[in-house]
């Protein structure tokens, strides 16, 4: 599966939009794009995946690049509960196994 | 549904005894994973099955681990002879085979060998 990098930390202000950058620059046709949450002492929780397509859903969207290099997952209003670790991880259609990096730590500010 | 379920929360033993872990995946889904997480290393995929049967457990670090699935309903991992560094938190997650890549994890394990 394509490797992926991400910055190690952010911060957002409450409220406002939490924009998550993802670069997955050898990603091939037939990878999907997920991404999970780590909320500290919780086990990792599923908000999204994509193939190519920009993606919503109650918690997030998934917007992906034309050239899929790159994606960046969007919390539209953020609150205090969103401070947790996010995981873009990239998975090959028939691969069951998720290989979760070190993901961004993601810190919401009141 | 009360999602995945795993005991017991918190394991507290010391070196060289046998700990297991259970884990009871989500009742319909067909494939269980088992991960292990420390701030060294990260998360880990250690072992996962898909219909009750191991397909890959490339990621369990020695022999002393071992994990088995006798059921769709239940899981364990058994650490014999525990060991300090095996001190880490062990989560299960399991998933729906047509919604593959979803998976649900479990609470976890924190686990300290003394």
């Known amino acids: 599966d394509a490797k992926t990098t991400q910055p190690t930390s952010m911060d957002c202000a409450e409220g406002r939009a939490a924009n998550l950058p993802c670069n997955h620059s050898t990603i091939s046709g037939n990878e999907y794009v997920y991404w999970y949450r780590q909320i500290h002492s919780q086990g990792p929780q599923y908000i999204i995946h994509?193939?190519?397509n920009n993606e919503t859903n109650e918690m997030a969207s998934l917007i992906i690049t034309e050239d899929r290099k790159s994606s960046t997952l969007i919390l539209p209003h953020a609150t205090l509960r969103d401070t947790a670790v996010y995981y873009c991880i990239v998975r090959s259609l028939g691969n069951e196994k998720l290989t979760f990096g070190t993901g961004t730590r993601l810190t919401i500010i009141p | 549904d009360a999602g995945v379920i795993q005991s017991p929360r918190h394991e507290v033993t010391e070196m060289g005894q046998e700990v297991t872990l259970r884990c009871k995946p989500i009742s319909g889904h067909n494939s269980l994973f088992w991960y292990r997480q420390t701030m060294m290393r990260g998360l880990e995929l250690l072992i996962y099955?898909?219909?009750?049967?191991?397909?890959?457990d490339s990621g369990m670090p020695e022999d002393r681990f071992s994990a088995k699935m006798p059921n769709a309903s239940f899981s364990t991992l058994k650490i014999q002879p525990s060991e300090p560094r095996d001190s880490a938190v062990y989560f299960c997650?399991?998933?729906?085979?047509?919604?593959?890549?979803?998976?649900?994890f479990g609470s976890g394990t924190r686990l300290t060998v003394v």
């Open positions: 099955f898909n219909n009750n049967v191991p397909i890959d």
């Open positions: 994509g193939l190519k």
């Open positions: 997650a399991s998933s729906w085979e047509a919604n593959y890549g979803s998976y649900t």
